[in-house]
């Protein structure tokens, strides 16, 4: 069991929750209920605590548990839902209390495996700054791909500040907020695609429902924009899933490579994954990434620094690119990306030969 005053701690310093008003006030719900802390604390090593207890309660209310809690949830009943007031607290601590045992078995069982498919966009960006940079077909690798939604970038609709890219009849649509976007490289010319491999601890089977049910209860409770985007990207990836191996990066990533053409460009994207990764593994983590390079030359996307201020000042996550010349933030976004703002230097891209 993880130790309860670091979950403590990573209840009462959680950030990015800001699009969940009834998350955002139970995180001090739990950081100030020694009980609650003890069954966060069976979140399995690694996993951020916040967002598998909340997801685990979520999981059992949208599978039909009857209880009060539930008025405060717009996912189970819409416009209806309770704002947050003095009752909500103590609703969600009894509900835990009741369901103790399922919750305990769901986080420690269960991994956080967010698909939001917003962040598809990270890799659309990527496989265009590739495209202007060599003319030869692409790799693409994404760690902690969860189901692999994001894999599918280059047959999603992106409508950025009134464009549109990618494939206009996708039933994937994905609006973004991008401020600057002149400094975006073209979205609409990408490169060919000559593999696409995901690698993810346990990743969740499309034809699975209680997986499916899973990835939606880690949508928060009032995202129903999210949540019929990760619907529609379920139901268009189901048909013709990409190739997901299952693994830790560490460990696998050698198999990974191996299924790499050698010599051809390959981008490695991870968003919100590192995050997940226990602390004494993030050296191990950072290597088996980088040696993705060592067989071609290599763009490497990560949507992980989330004390970043972007340049209208509001604040975000840093997404860092990694190449040949070094490491640099090349944008700030939401951590959801609701809205991201580039950088000049995401025109800085040196591929080695």
Do not use: K
């Amino acid at each position: 069991m993880r130790d309860v005053r670091t979950v403590a701690g990573a209840f009462r310093t959680a950030r990015g929750f800001d699009s969940s008003p009834l998350y955002s006030r139970l995180l001090a719900v739990v950081a100030d209920d020694e009980a609650l802390l003890e069954l966060a604390a069976q979140t399995r090593h690694g996993q951020q605590p916040t967002f598998a207890l909340f997801g685990a309660v979520h999981y059992l209310l949208l599978r039909g548990e009857s209880d009060p809690l539930a008025e405060y949830y717009p996912s189970v009943v819409g416009d209806r839902a309770r704002p947050f007031d003095g009752h909500t607290g103590p609703a969600f601590t009894r509900f835990c209390e009741a369901y103790w045992g399922q919750i305990a078995s769901i986080i420690g069982t269960r991994l956080v495996q967010t698909n939001h498919v917003q962040r598809a966009l990270v890799t659309r960006v990527g496989l265009a700054l590739l495209r202007r940079a060599t003319s030869a077909p692409v790799c693409v690798v994404e760690v902690g791909c969860s189901a692999g939604l994001n894999l599918r970038a280059d047959r999603y609709a992106f409508t950025v500040e009134g464009a549109t890219f990618g494939d206009r009849g996708s039933p994937v649509h994905l609006r973004v907020e991008v401020p600057g976007a002149a400094l975006l490289p073209d979205l609409d010319r990408l490169p060919g695609i000559a593999e696409v491999v995901g690698v993810d601890l346990d990743p969740p089977d499309l034809a699975d429902e209680e997986d499916r049910a899973w990835l939606r209860a880690l949508v928060w409770p009032e995202n129903a924009h999210q949540a019929a985007q990760l619907q529609a990207a379920l139901d268009a990836t189901r048909a013709d899933p990409p190739r997901v191996l299952r693994g830790n990066v560490i460990e696998v990533g050698p198999d990974v490579a191996a299924i790499l053409p050698a010599g051809l460009p390959r981008l490695v994207v991870h968003t919100a994954t590192r995050i997940h990764v226990p602390a004494e593994e993030r050296p191990a983590f950072d290597a088996a990434v980088a040696a993705f390079g060592a067989d071609g030359p290599m763009l490497h996307l990560a949507l992980e620094d989330d004390r970043r201020i972007a340049p209208s000042g509001r604040p975000g996550v840093g997404l860092t690119a990694t190449d040949a010349a070094g490491s640099r933030t090349i944008a700030v976004a939401d951590g959801h990306l609701a809205w991201l703002e580039p950088l000049p230097a995401i025109n800085e891209l040196h591929l080695r030969p």
